[in-house]
């Protein structure tokens, strides 16, 4: 019994390195060098957490996507075409988008094309909890300037809004 443990164990530490090792993603030879970046965000001086985070080249030169995802502390890791921790060197606008679903079942933006309809039987609103300035590139007003080596930048959105966005009523597509 205790070899077939054993065994066992170990296939499991195998399978684990393996997956792991393949999960470790090298920068393709064609990227720019990617720089390690910490955006921190606050709304009225609390950590803005569960946010979506965007940088856009602010001359369009840099065809790169760079997002991350706020953590309960309001920071976010950027990480290019989502799987490659950093962000190459250059000025981004920042975009910052926040949502949050009310009604009878909370749904992401996400799982909002797939709803059953017949589970549904309220409306569901779906709200922006960010001002409506930081959620595109044309009105952003931040910017963050990415440089050699590590980076950190820590943002105040101010007062947290809630907008309705989406009202989805049962039987809706």
Request: charged share 25%; glycine share 8%; aromatic share 8%.
């Amino acid at each position: 019994m205790k070899k077939k443990k054993t065994f066992y164990t170990g296939l499991g530490i195998l399978l684990v390195s393996l997956v792991l090792t393949g999960c470790s993603s090298e920068v393709p030879d064609d990227f720019p060098r990617l720089h390690n970046v910490t955006l921190e965000f606050t709304q009225e001086g609390k950590p803005m957490t569960e946010a979506e985070i965007y940088l856009v080249s602010a001359d369009d030169a840099c065809p790169w996507c760079v997002t991350g995802t706020t953590n309960n502390k309001g920071q976010a890791e950027l990480y290019t075409h989502g799987q490659y921790k950093g962000a190459p060197e250059g000025v981004f606008r920042v975009i910052v988008q926040k949502q949050k679903s009310e009604g009878e079942k909370e749904i992401t933006p996400e799982e909002q094309n797939s709803l059953d309809d017949s589970v549904q039987k309220e409306p569901i609103y779906i709200y922006s909890l960010v001002d409506k300035k930081y959620t595109t590139k044309e009105t952003t007003p931040l910017e963050v300037t990415i440089q050699k080596g590590s980076n950190y930048q820590p943002f105040e959105l101010g007062k947290e809004e809630k907008v309705l966005m989406q009202t989805i009523k049962p039987g809706q597509p």
